[in-house]
């Protein structure tokens, strides 16, 4: 027996396992799911249904993205850090906006920024974020965006920051 009818059932054998591998290991993989603590941290902070949960690079960081559907049918995607699950971003982008965050951390909740913003603005809210921005010094700031204008407002202390219109 040759030494190339010994290797080569190995070699095709690793082969296969090498891009089966590979193939399931894809980064537009569906069926990789959030862990459990991000998704328990998505619904704790808004009550709803997942609909939809994937791994994402946000802003550099590794992150569990968590799309939660309120029962009025309003969308908020909650992004939990991979590495520690703590929060690194939530995002309003459909309406209605009638529910409330309270995401924690000793910060403003979505009610009170919204108080804040519809005092600036008199159009109707369309998109909201809530993160830490490195415009204003790396500190937590909801930008609700309006018709017309976009308000940021600091999320530890509710001061309006900027109005952008």
């Known amino acids: 027996m040759s030494i190339y009818s010994k290797i080569f059932p190995k070699i095709y054998v690793l082969t296969i396992a090498v891009v089966l591998g590979l193939m399931s290991c894809s980064d537009d993989d569906s069926s990789m799911q959030a862990p459990d603590s991000a998704m328990n941290k998505a619904l704790a902070l808004i009550p ?16 569990w993205k968590v799309e939660i559907r ?5 969308r908020v995607e909650v992004y939990c850090r991979q590495d520690n699950g703590a929060l690194l971003q939530i995002e309003g ?12 951390n000793s910060l ?3 009610a ?3 108080t804040i913003g519809s ?11 809530l993160k830490i921005d490195t415009k204003y010094n790396n500190i937590w700031v909801y ?3 309006y018709v017309e ?16 219109n």
């Open 48 to 63: 709803g249904t997942v609909v939809d949960s994937e791994f994402e690079t946000e802003d550099g960081i590794a992150a």
């Open 70 to 74: 309120t029962d009025q049918g309003a």
């Open 93 to 104: 982008e459909n309406g209605p906006f009638d529910y409330n965050i309270d995401p924690g």
């Open 108 to 110: 403003i909740d979505f």
């Open 112 to 114: 009170q920024a919204k």
């Open 119 to 129: 005092g600036v603005s008199t159009g109707d809210l369309i998109e909201w974020h």
């Open 143 to 145: 930008k609700l965006e």
């Open 149 to 164: 204008p976009t308000v940021f407002i600091n999320a530890v202390d509710g001061n309006v920051l900027e109005v952008e």
